[in-house]
């Protein structure tokens, strides 16, 4: 399940630090649309506690996790998973760091490369929405005003991505994979463009940790 974890973090991290660096370029926009875009180009960092969890096709639990997200444009973010699945996943700029600690194992990738092929195509700097997504609007359901993103690009990995705002706020994520799973996030006692330290976004590896360094020279 660990595979999943990092694939839908890989997948959430771009698309979050892709924040206002395109609009959606929607007229007449529905109160979803409107947020969505409102979160693209007014929110420059973000950071949130979470709850994921992960559905199989017949939408039975098959994975949970909690922990906490920070985001700050462009491309930093990070992603701490509490025990009993401990796991740290940093975005430098450069390089993206997963560091299991129950493994007492390290994964660095280049962060272009990792991203690349994600749905947050966006984070290479230049683009539109809706250059990479179709987007539609699918209405309020409950306290919530939702619009999906189908990416584009068959080798993304993910079908849709439903994306629930509350009064203009991101509160929630759905990831239908290729699979037919679902990944669930929530977000919960959020904080936008407040001050994060830059040093949240450092990894120094511990010593004596293995570390696998998939990184192109």
């Known amino acids: 399940m660990q595979k999943i974890i990092k694939r839908v973090i890989t997948c959430l991290a771009a698309i979050l630090t892709a924040i206002a ?21 007014q929110i420059n960092t973000f950071e949130a506690r979470f709850r994921q969890k992960v559905l199989d096709e017949s939408m039975v639990e098959i994975d949970d996790g909690q922990g906490r997200v920070w985001i700050q444009r462009p491309g930093l973010f990070r992603w701490d998973y509490e025990p009993p699945e ?28 990792t991203l690349g092929k994600s749905p947050a195509i966006l984070l ?44 203009k706020r991101l ?26 330290p830059l040093t949240t976004f450092d990894f120094i590896p511990p010593q004596g940790m293995d570390i696998i360094d998939h990184r192109n020279p």
């Open 86 to 113: 401990a796991q740290e996943i940093v975005g430098d700029g450069e390089n993206v760091w997963i560091y299991d600690i129950e493994l007492e194992q390290i994964t660095v990738r280049n962060q272009n490369q």
């Open 124 to 167: 290479a700097g230049t683009g539109n929405l809706e250059e990479n997504y179709k987007i539609e609007d699918i209405g309020a359901h409950g306290r919530y005003d939702w619009v999906n993103l189908m990416p584009k690009n068959e080798d993304s990995g993910f079908k849709e991505i439903r994306i629930g705002f509350e009064d």
């Open 171 to 196: 509160r929630l994520m759905e990831l239908l994979d290729n699979l037919g799973q679902t990944t669930r996030i929530l977000f919960v006692d959020l904080k936008e463009n407040s001050l994060i």
């Open 21 to 41: 660096i395109a609009g959606t370029g929607v007229a007449n926009a529905s109160p979803g649309v409107e947020s969505l875009d409102y979160f693209f180009n």
